[in-house]
């Protein structure tokens, strides 16, 4: 099992461009989630689904967007990349009645 | 106020000292307390978990929770260089339901 994996690894943007980050996971977890870890800040929630074809939005999701078209894959969309998205961006995954959830490497992104 | 606080630290002791790692929380619903530990430039790894009130033991690790004080705890026992890491403390009302995290507290313990 690869696990949880991400793409890409570092990403630097220019203020206005947009991209998408990848996430897939292949331990057919309902669970998968966006978070963004800045210092000081601790891992904040960005967006959550708990299933192909929902998702919920967490604590900071304003500039994202996600969708859930398969089980495997969370794409996170940046639409107009701003310099506060600079950060270091995490996926997670788990069943959706457990309380260990999986992560992957991260992807760190800068915004200039 | 965050649901949750966590003392960043840095905290540096050396090799063989008993580290305590703290966090508090205001939601009175949580019920499930989680420790991950993060090395530098990876992602967060399940360390230990509690469900509600007590003690847990895994080897040199020792997880307490008290709902009553809202304060949960990491025991470390004859700390070890590759423990050097950020620890960060988890919770959550419910299983598949979302995750509130501490800020994370950096350890170093020093040879």
């Known amino acids: 099992n690869a696990g949880v994996t991400q793409t890409p690894k570092f990403q630097v943007l220019k203020t206005g461009q947009s991209m998408t980050l990848q996430c897939a996971q292949d331990?057919?977890?309902?669970?998968m989630s966006w978070y963004r870890q800045d210092p000081g800040m601790g891992l904040r929630l960005i967006h959550y689904?708990?299933?192909?074809?929902?998702?919920d939005q967490g604590e900071v999701p304003n500039g994202y967007n996600v969708s859930r078209s398969t089980t495997e894959d969370f794409p996170l969309r940046l639409l107009s990349a701003a310099p506060s998205q600079t950060s270091v961006y995490f996926c997670?995954?788990?069943?959706?009645?457990?309380?260990?959830?999986?992560f992957g490497p991260g992807t760190r992104l800068t915004v200039t | 106020q965050k649901e949750v606080e966590q003392d960043p630290g840095p905290l540096s002791v050396p090799e063989g000292a008993i580290v305590s790692l703290n966090c508090t929380y205001s939601?009175?619903?949580?019920?499930?307390f989680m420790w991950y530990r993060q090395y530098s430039r990876k992602g967060p790894e399940l360390l230990m978990y509690?469900?509600?009130?007590g003690n847990k033991e895994d080897g040199r690790f020792t997880a307490q929770v008290d709902k009553s004080s809202k304060y949960i705890s990491l025991f470390i026992r004859d700390s070890q260089p590759s423990d050097s890491a950020t620890y960060l403390c988890?919770?959550?009302?419910?299983?598949?339901?979302?995750?509130?995290f501490g800020t994370g507290t950096s350890l170093t313990v020093i040879p």
């Open positions: 997670a995954s788990s069943y959706r009645d457990a309380y260990e959830q999986y």
């Open positions: 509690t469900y509600s009130s």
């Open positions: 988890a919770m959550s009302p419910n299983t598949g339901n979302q995750f509130y």
């Open positions: 939601n009175s619903a949580f019920q499930y």
């Open positions: 331990m057919n977890h309902e669970y």
């Open positions: 689904s708990v299933g192909a074809g929902i998702t």
